[in-house]
T-cell receptor, first 119, second 114 residues
Framework: GENVEQHPSTLSVQEGDSAVIKCTYS??????FPWYKQELGKRPQLIID?????GEKKDQRIAVTLNKTAKHFSLHITETQPEDSAVYFC??????????????????FGGGTRVLVKP | NAGVMQNPRHLVRRRGQEARLRCSPM?????VYWYRQLPEEGLKFMVY????????ESGMPKERFSAEFPKEGPSILRIQQVVRGDSAAYFC????????????FGPGTRLTVT
């Protein structure tokens, strides 16, 4: 099955600096890579995602890059703010749009990165 | 436009009791996923259901755990004879099913077994 590794496990940055979180995956069939932000005691919130037919996607201060050959993808947060402090999870799945492909619909998560933005 | 709903938000059970966790997907979503999050850990897939069908239960423990998503009503995750190791946050997520890439999570049920 799929295995997703996430690094670093903790990341402390100064407000205004950039933060980068990296994930690697093992299953070459994976084609969907979402990132979730989870604040303490709250639900995981989808912040950005990328599909395997795209190499990079950007949404304001957040960007994600994907290298299919190397099987890794990264989250970049620029101009960090204190409200960016949270745990961030990467995930992978191999959703094929076909219901019978059952094993591919689940998300396999990385272990999470605790980001602390110091004011 | 209500999001994914889960109840109860907090559940305390003694060892040996049963826990029932409920999940109502977003309006228009027909696919439900359950994940478990142990303290200070990531989320682990448990089961994927559609209305009246279990599609993938590869992440479910073989014993004591079951899930359903009936034609009417919420999806239910049932844990029989709970043990301390079942203490965790249980999240459900829903997706539309057609362009089913995105999964949106509910607020979770935090189960504590005493």
């Amino acid at each position: 099955g799929e295995n997703v590794e996430q690094h670093p496990s903790t990341l402390s940055v100064q407000e205004g600096d950039s933060a980068v979180i990296k994930c690697t995956y093992s299953d070459s069939a994976s084609n969907y890579f979402p990132w979730y932000k989870q604040e303490l005691g709250k639900r995981p919130q989808l912040i950005i995602d990328i599909r395997s037919n795209v190499g990079e996607k950007k949404d304001q201060r957040i960007a994600v890059t994907l290298n299919k050959t190397a099987k890794h993808f990264s989250l970049h947060i620029t101009e960090t703010q204190p409200e960016d402090s949270a745990v961030y999870f990467c995930a992978a799945s191999s959703w094929g749009g076909v219901v019978i492909k059952a094993a591919g619909n689940k998300l396999t998560f990385g272990g999470g990165t605790r980001v602390l933005v110091k004011p | 436009n209500a999001g994914v709903m889960q109840n109860p938000r907090h559940l305390v059970r003694r060892r040996g009791q049963e826990a029932r966790l409920r999940c109502s997907p977003m309006k228009g979503h027909s696919h439900v996923y359950w994940y478990r999050q142990l303290p200070e850990e990531g989320l682990k897939f448990m089961v994927y259901l559609q209305k009246e069908n279990i599609i993938d239960e590869s992440g479910m423990p073989k014993e004591r755990f079951s899930a359903e998503f009936p034609k009417e009503g919420p999806s239910i995750l049932r844990i029989q004879q709970v043990v301390r190791g079942d203490s965790a946050a249980y999240f459900c997520a829903s997706s539309p099913g057609t362009s089913a890439y995105e999964q949106y999570f509910g607020p979770g049920t935090r189960l504590t077994v005493t």
